[in-house]
Every structure is written in structure tokens, then in C-alpha cells.
């Protein structure tokens, strides 16, 4: 168990629909990353929040937010969904900068 | 952004064999880290290295940093089917930023 917790495990909604995935880090990370993972593909790197704040943005789509709350917890909001946007999204935690980061069990994100 | 590239993308070695897999980046890193990614699973880390050249070991796992650090490997020795699954090299600070990149992966079948 990292000590990383998302919810749901799985999900499946319909095009255009708007889904929102939870994420609680380990007690004492400040750092949390959002991954979004399709099939056979890498881990694609979608934004990163340091105690609050966002710190780095990566190829993350217009139609997808996300925010850090005062307790530290994260929610990953993607909105209009489409059929490509089923995946396994990924969130993971860490102290700071460099410090290894834990992940999530995941979240299966199925959009019909 | 600039990506590090890990090569092969497949691998399929016989029980009890050697390999090694490789990361490549066209920029100096400040630092290497490699995940692994059990088939179903989560990201875990391994290992970061940070000095030029280090070499470090875990069991049957050798991890090493290039000279230059533009580059890192992972050696596997005697593969059992338990070292099945896909393993990652991540650049914790991307281009000086705070993203956590995480290369294309090496997926590792085992032949019993």
C-alpha cells in the first residue's frame, strides 16, 4: 500500500459527461502529479500542485482542471468527455521536488 | 518537452537470462529515477541516482548513471518471471521545471 488513495477505482460514463476523480496523498506530501495512462502507452505527465499551488503543466487538455485543496487532497476534473479520453489516470505524491513519488492504485476511466 | 527515451520498448528474454535496458536524454539530468509497473498495478520506485556514474545495486537489479548524465541503465541479472512488467526512467526536474517526465517505458516479458 503506497498510502496514496483515489476514488473511484472505476468509472463509466457516457460522451460529453463530466466526471471529477478524487486523490489523497500520503500524510506529509505537499507534491501531487496527475498521470494519464491509455493503453500501451506511457505515463503522460497532465499537471503538478505543490501545496496548493500549481507548479507545472503538461500536455493537459483544455477540457480537464484540477486544484489542490488546503488539506492537500486533489481533484482531477475532465469535462465534455470523449471516447479517446479512456484511460487509467494516475495520481502520485511526494514530499518536494526529486523525493520519490508513490502512486495510486488508479483510476479506470471508461467513457461510452 | 524534451522526453527521455527509453530503448528498447520490448523486451522478451528467457528465464535466467541477462539484459539491459537503456534512457536516453539529449539534455544533462540532474537526476534519474526508474519506476517499475507490474502488469495491472501502479508505478513503484525503484531507485534515483544523481551522481555522474553512479552505479547502484538492488538484488539482481544494476542501476547505473552515465558520465555525462544524459544517460542511465538497468541491468537485470538471472531474469525470473517475477521481474515481469514495465519499467521507467523519469526525469524529476524536467527541463528545470517540477514536472516528473516519465520516458515511453521498457515492457519486460519472461519466458519460464
Known amino acids: 500500500d503506497s498510502g496514496v488513495t483515489q476514488t473511484p477505482k472505476h468509472l463509466i460514463t457516457a460522451t460529453g459527461q463530466r466526471v471529477t476523480l478524487r486523490c489523497s496523498p500520503r500524510?506529509?506530501?505537499?507534491?501531487v502529479y496527475w498521470y494519464q495512462q491509455s493503453l500501451d502507452q506511457g505515463l503522460q505527465f497532465l499537471i503538478q500542485?505543490?501545496?496548493?499551488?500549481?507548479?507545472a503543466k503538461g500536455n493537459i487538455l483544455e477540457r480537464f482542471s484540477a486544484q489542490q485543496f488546503p488539506d492537500l487532497h486533489s481533484e482531477l476534473n475532465l469535462s465534455s468527455l470523449e471516447l479517446g479520453d479512456s484511460a487509467l489516470y494516475f495520481c502520485?505524491?511526494?514530499?518536494?521536488?526529486?523525493?520519490?513519488?508513490?502512486f495510486g492504485q488508479g483510476t479506470r476511466l471508461t467513457v461510452v | 518537452g524534451q522526453q527521455v527515451m527509453q530503448i528498447p520498448q520490448y523486451q522478451h528474454v528467457q528465464e535466467g537470462e541477462d539484459f539491459t535496458t537503456y534512457c536516453n536524454s539529449s539534455?544533462?539530468?540532474?537526476?534519474i529515477q526508474w519506476y517499475k509497473q507490474r502488469p495491472g498495478g501502479h508505478p513503484v520506485f525503484l531507485i534515483q541516482?544523481?551522481?555522474?556514474?553512479e552505479v547502484k545495486k538492488q538484488k539482481r537489479l544494476t542501476f547505473q548513471f552515465g558520465e555525462a548524465k544524459k544517460n542511465s541503465s538497468l541491468h537485470i541479472t538471472a531474469t525470473q518471471t517475477t521481474d515481469v512488467g514495465t519499467y521507467f526512467c523519469?526525469?524529476?526536474?524536467?527541463?528545470?521545471?517540477?514536472?516528473?517526465?516519465f520516458g515511453k517505458g521498457m515492457k519486460l516479458t519472461v519466458n519460464p
Open positions: 500524510s506529509g506530501d505537499l507534491s
Open positions: 541516482l544523481v551522481k555522474s556514474g
Open positions: 539534455t544533462t539530468l540532474s537526476n
Open positions: 500542485y505543490y501545496n496548493g499551488e500549481e507548479r
Open positions: 502520485a505524491s511526494s514530499v518536494g521536488r526529486t523525493p520519490e513519488a508513490f
Open positions: 523519469a526525469d524529476p526536474l524536467q527541463g528545470g521545471s517540477e514536472k516528473l517526465v
